[in-house]
């Protein structure tokens, strides 16, 4: 049995009772303060906010729309886009359950992705159901369960008292057995300014940031390193493009981020996010924080 220092159990304790405070019991607006000075070292304001990351937080305490709830759920926000933008964009759904052991393996294919609705990391990838882990999957979907995403990370609104459950995809694939490559389409005010891209997260992310004549955008975020080659501009660019404004379209607000994959020459509308990194990812250089800023006019927040 291994020796547990009395120090270190006040130290964790202390740590966790801090996080409790921060998280669960101050106002909104205290507890973003805090939780953006200590991710980002600079104070946060929201009275005259000027950086990407400050109006992101801006907007968590002022563009509250009812419908945001149901486009950050996983499995609501599919209606949603697909009745907007047609099924024919939208991954097929292979079923939804509250917990875990709810999940009938034997009716789900070989292949499969889980998550869970209400959060953007519990992602569990089937490639073949002969070895795949069952253990290590309930393990990380039930922890995940139990976070309240809205308090998780900088009180996001959207996920506020949404509900829980995991969902059950299918697999899709470009045939290199990597991960998909994620294009994270930036909208301010309707109009999509630039293009992140994302690849490799199931081993090392790398990301890159194009404008819309697909030049490389000179910054890094969140500390993610530039992919190794350049990513090609996709082959459906024009119409994730299209796709991205008319969702944004129907949001009406300052900024909206909406993603999309790339598989055979076919879209599939991926996820709409209001707050990128929980507007927490810091910029190198710091200017590009500024310049994204610009970006969003917090008057036309309703």
Known sequence: ????????????????????????????????????????????????????NEKIQWLKLHDRKEVYHDLVDKYEAKRIVGDLIGQKYIIPTLGVWEKFDDIDFAKLPDRFVLKCTHDSASVVLCKDKTTFDYSAAREKLTEALKTDYYHYDGRQWAYKGIRRRIIAEEYLDEGNNASLTDYKFMVFGGKCKCVFVCAGRQSRLRLDAYDMDWQLM????????NMKERALRPQCYDTMLMLAEKIAGFVDNPFVRVDFYQVDGKVYFGEVTFYPEGGLGSFKPKEWDYRLGEWIQTDDAK
Do not use: Q
Not at 40 to 48: I, Q, V
Not at 218 to 225: A, D, G, K, S, Y
């Open 1 to 52: 049995m291994s020796f547990v220092h009395p120090k270190r159990i006040f130290r964790e304790t202390k740590f966790a009772i801090t996080d409790w405070f921060w998280n669960y019991l101050v106002p909104d607006r205290w507890s973003i303060r805090h939780i953006f000075k200590k991710k980002l070292g600079y104070k946060c304001d929201l009275e005259h906010p000027k950086t990407f």
């Open 218 to 225: 000179p910054f890094t975020r969140n500390r993610h390193r």
